[in-house]
């Protein structure tokens, strides 16, 4: 059998979740031990060459993880 496609290093949302600690633990708190979301997006998507896709459902894990409730929704 042959394997057209390459396998995605962040498939598996295990390691994206890691990844994504990773990058935050790196960038510098601005106020109240916020971070901006566009500092590890930018380095998510160019660096590592996640794409959205791959990195939401480790997001999602990551905030349950973190105890906040997670919609998948935008506060209204």
């Known amino acids: 059998m042959m394997k057209f496609a390459a396998a995605r290093p962040y498939s598996d949302p ?3 979740a890691r990844k994504l600690i ?12 916020r971070i901006y979301i566009e500092l590890i997006n930018g380095p998510m998507l160019f660096e590592h060459k996640a794409t959205p896709a791959e990195y939401r459902p480790a997001s999602t894990l990551r905030s349950r993880a973190a105890g906040s409730p997670s919609t998948g929704q935008a506060p209204s």
Do not use: F, K, M, Y
């Not at 990773?22 to 031990?33: L, W």
């Open 22 to 33: 990773e990058i935050a633990n790196s960038v510098a708190a601005v106020q109240d031990g």
């Open 14 to 16: 295990e390691v994206t």
